[in-house]
Structure formats: C-alpha cells, structure tokens
C-alpha cells in the first residue's frame, strides 16, 4: 500500500504447475537443474499481472504471457 492507503499491487502465491508455460520453460532452458522454490501472481494497481519465480536466491519476473522480463537478485 501507498502512504493513502492504496493498493500498489497484490501477490498471491501459487503453485509452480499454475505458472504460464513460457515461465517453466525458461526456467528449464536457463536454469536446468535448479530447483524453483515458489511462484507468485501479482497484479498491481492498473490490473497488469505479472508472474515470480524465486530460484537461487533471485527472483525472476515475468509478463502476463510468460515472457521473462527481469532478473532481482533476492
């Protein structure tokens, strides 16, 4: 939440099985071998939903369609 009280954006853990195809088929390619620890949906303020995956102590984040978008070092 801002200092108003609005909402910025909201995140809701889902299951790894949940995310959007494209997500786990990056992570497969980039990151074989490593175990994805947790997936998120967040939709901020304006509606836009973006996808987390938390692996390796970073967080990757993804668009809408699945589409890899950032790398956040945890």
Same mark, same amino acid.
């Given at each position: 939440?801002?200092?108003?009280?609005?909402?910025?954006?909201?995140?809701?853990?889902?299951? &790894?099985?949940? &995310?959007?195809?494209?997500? &786990?088929?990056?992570?497969?390619?980039?990151?074989?071998?490593?175990?994805?620890?947790?997936?998120?949906?967040?939709?901020?303020?304006?509606?836009?939903?973006?996808?987390?995956?938390?692996?390796?102590?970073?967080?990757?984040?993804?668009?809408?369609?699945?589409?890899?978008?950032?790398? &956040?070092?945890?």
């Amino acid at each position: 939440m801002d200092g108003q009280g609005n909402i910025i954006e909201t995140e809701v853990e889902i299951e &790894l099985t949940q &995310l959007p195809k494209g997500v &786990l088929d990056y992570v497969k390619t980039h990151y074989a071998g490593k175990q994805a620890k947790e997936g998120a949906k967040i939709t901020d303020a304006k509606g836009i939903v973006t996808y987390e995956v938390e692996i390796k102590g970073m967080d990757l984040i993804f668009d809408s369609n699945g589409k890899f978008i950032k790398e &956040l070092k945890g």
